[in-house]
């Protein structure tokens, strides 16, 4: 069948497209792949340097939605997929049952891999944010790394939600504007200034999809009681910050994870993301769909922070 395959060498990881790889590994269904899409590990994973892959030759693809041999519409995401078991990017996946999330009604496996792992994380991070207390009115919630996956999507659904979304990007702020953002800040100014330990509170909560400096400067300028959730670390992994902010104005550092969520929980903000929590700007104006052969330079891109919005790949 066709994949697209990375392959560990001594000098580091080939990678394209080959027409007759063999499909391997374990998993009791076999899902005919429609879409998967790019995700900033997706990129990771096919780099040497990425410390992502665990296996070779590998298929990446962190997330893919088709239909299984008996006709069930599914999706997959997370897990070891992509990672340590063939992904995405093959016209056919070998998944294990418990993986499978049932494509909810009203989703596309198009729509579906539109948001794919950065608008499943996105919600979470909704979904963290509110139970921690966010309500619209509460104030400004702002979007770091926002022309992302992740930080697109979550603009996108906080501000059909009600809420006054602040984007921070290095790109085009008309189109953050086009998705609901009310205003749009420069990276730098989402990081302030390191060397105070708290700067002038203002937001109400905030999707970090950055981390380092950026995640720091967001905890020096959350306002009273408010959280900020974690989710990525295209600006670094480090976090340099004091216990100020948490032990003079309580606030919340919540951490989202994408990969090992439980089913139950995965296959409910699913549902969620197909109604309440569905991005009403994902068709038009976030999602672009590119072929099979046209990966390896949307991987290089999301390396490079240069993806807007979401990427598709139409595979089967
Ligand atoms: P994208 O590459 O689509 O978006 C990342 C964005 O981060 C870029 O578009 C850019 O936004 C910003 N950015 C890139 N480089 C830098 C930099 N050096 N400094 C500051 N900002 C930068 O990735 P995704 O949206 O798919 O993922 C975002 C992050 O979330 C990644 O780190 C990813 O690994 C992580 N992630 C984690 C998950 C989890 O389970 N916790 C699940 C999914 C993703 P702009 O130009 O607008 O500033």
């Given at each position: 069948m066709r994949a697209f395959v990375a392959e560990k060498t001594e000098d580091g990881v080939t990678r394209g497209l080959r027409e007759d790889f063999e499909l391997d590994g374990e998993g009791d269904v076999v899902v005919d792949v429609e879409y998967s899409s790019v995700n900033y590990k997706d990129g990771l994973a096919t780099i040497a340097k990425?410390?992502?892959?665990?296996?070779s030759p590998l298929v990446p693809g962190i997330d893919l939605a088709g239909v299984t041999a008996d006709g069930r519409a599914v999706l997959?995401?997370?897990?070891?997929?992509?990672?340590?078991?063939?992904g995405g990017y093959a016209e056919q996946a070998r998944v294990p049952s418990q993986w499978?999330?049932?494509l909810p009604e009203g989703l596309s496996a198009r729509q579906a891999m539109a948001l794919g792992t950065a608008g499943y994380t996105a919600a979470r991070c909704v979904i963290?944010?509110?139970a921690a207390?966010?309500?619209?009115?509460?104030?400004?919630?702002?979007?770091?790394?926002?022309?992302g996956g992740v930080g697109s999507t979550a603009v996108d659904i906080l501000a059909a939600r009600g809420y006054e979304v602040v984007a921070s990007s290095g790109k085009d702020p008309d189109w953050l504007r086009s998705l609901g953002a009310a205003e749009v800040i420069s990276r730098e100014e989402a990081a302030g200034d390191a060397?105070?330990?708290?700067?002038?509170?203002?937001?109400?909560?905030?999707?970090?999809?950055v981390g380092g400096a950026t995640l720091a400067g967001v905890v020096r300028s959350l306002q009273y009681g408010a959280a900020v959730t974690a989710c990525g670390n295209t600006g670094g992994i480090k976090l340099d910050t004091t216990v100020l902010p948490f032990i003079l104005r309580g606030v919340s550092l919540l951490g989202v994870d994408s990969v090992q969520t439980p089913i139950e929980a995965r296959r409910e903000t699913w549902a969620r993301l197909a109604t309440d929590l569905r991005p009403p700007h994902l068709d038009d104006t976030i999602t672009r769909e590119i072929a099979l052969d046209e990966l390896e330079t949307a991987l290089d891109a999301v390396l490079k922070g240069e993806l807007q919005g979401r990427t598709i790949v139409k595979v089967g």
């Open positions: 990425g410390q992502v892959a665990r296996i997959a995401h997370g897990y070891d997929l992509g990672v340590s078991h063939h499978l999330v049932p963290a944010l509110e207390g966010l309500k619209p009115g509460d104030g400004p919630v702002l979007v770091t790394g926002a022309s060397s105070r330990p708290m700067e002038k509170s203002r937001w109400a909560g905030a999707v970090d999809c």
